[in-house]
């Protein structure tokens, strides 16, 4: 599986979170990456491989305590929250979902299962611009989550879903390498 790496993330992870692989507390040194919206770190080095190529199986089979990473995005906006700046948050399934308001946290908390939901297909805009870029959100759309990399993308979706569907295509979601700062 091919890994991204996604750069000017602005935020750290909540501490502590849980290595999906072996269920030690990750750490700062060894990669975080993200997976369908949610950041997840490892204990060592020797797990990321692993998790990255069958995400699914090591997030379903986790059975420990405390979270096992940290949405990227406030899900009931849709677009990325900076932990350090969110107002509120809710933990759902081992992952803490971070919020830009208490109206949000009310709002998923009514509904969490309707706003954990991810689709199986993505498009990842980011793919294009690693270092430079910033991601800022994402719509769903037909099946598939199109995640953006600048405040450009979401006006043209909004415009004509169709056809930037039909232009960015989707793919099974993947795991991308991603650098916290």
Do not use: W
């Not at 379903?60 to 990227?72: P, R, V």
């Not at 990842?124 to 037909?142: I, M, P, Q, W």
């Not at 405040?151 to 989707?170: I, R, T, V, Y």
């Amino acid at each position: 599986m091919i890994t991204m790496l996604l750069a000017a993330m602005a935020f750290a992870p909540p501490a502590p979170i849980h290595c999906p692989v072996m269920g030690g507390t990750a750490k700062d040194s060894q990669p975080f990456v993200l997976y369908k919206g949610v950041v997840y770190g490892f204990c060592c080095g020797g797990c990321v491989g692993g998790f990255e190529s069958t995400p699914d199986k090591f997030i379903k089979a986790y059975q420990g305590e405390g979270l096992l990473g940290f949405s990227a995005y406030d899900v009931v906006e849709m677009t990325v929250v900076d932990p350090k700046k969110a107002v509120a948050y809710s933990d759902y399934n081992k992952v803490r979902y971070y919020f830009l308001s208490k109206e949000n946290k009310s709002k998923f908390d009514a509904n969490a299962k309707q706003f954990a939901a991810v689709p199986e297909n993505e498009s990842f805009e980011a793919e294009g611009a690693l270092v430079h870029s910033k991601l800022t959100g994402y719509r769903d759309y037909n099946g598939t989550r199109y995640y953006f990399c600048c405040e450009g993308c979401l006006p043209n979706f909004q415009k004509d879903a169709a056809a930037f569907a039909k232009e960015h295509g989707s793919a099974k979601a993947k795991v991308y390498r991603i650098e916290l700062k």
